[in-house]
């Protein structure tokens, strides 16, 4: 039995269910806008990058990742965004030389930084000799991850050439020697999910020239 004080329309429910909705919503927006002052947006804050060798001065909220900076404010979109969460790779620039996963650093943390992105590595008409390689091994299928591929094998060649060690190093004295598991093993951080990593592995060695 229902007496008119418990009585619901259906379009009482529906008025009410986006109620809570805009509560849910409100509330979520409450805890974003906490991060900034006194309930407002972030303030933005001005930073400069030296990207692929051109300047560029951006007024960001600091929140803003590397990767979003670079594919939302300074378009460059060969950068990938997969996991956003630094499981992938995909996202890997050289940041001031060494290999980095852009969506887990902040912009603001790199005023004055160099970023090289896979654009700034080469062109189409003159390819850099990784890219170059990785056309001639089939180094990728759907090329999502291929971007990062390149970025973090130059930078992980560059790491081996100044005689730094990883995991399956074995001799810590010796310079170090680029097998294929060293590759593997350096290369770890970037994920292809369509398997192209036994072709990665061939054009890396053969820019790395240790193919016996
Ligand atoms: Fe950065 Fe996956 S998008 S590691
Ligand atoms: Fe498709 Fe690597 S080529 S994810």
Known sequence: MSCASTRISRREVLVG???????????????????????????????SLKVNGGDHVLALDPRTSLLDALREHIHLTGTKKGCDHGQCGACTVILNGRRIN???????MHDGDSVTTIEGLGTPEALHPMQAAFLAHDGFQCGYCTPGQICSAVAMLDEVGRGIPSHVTADLTAPARLSEIEIRER?????????????IVEAITEVAGAMP
């Open 17 to 47: 269910g986006a109620s809570a909705v805009a509560i849910t919503v409100a509330s979520g927006s409450g805890i974003a806008a906490a991060e900034g002052p006194a309930g407002s947006p972030a303030e933005r804050l001005p930073i």
């Open 187 to 199: 290369m770890s951080g970037n994920i292809c999910r369509c398997g192209a990593y036994p072709n």
């Open 102 to 108: 852009s969506c887990l650093t902040l912009a603001v």
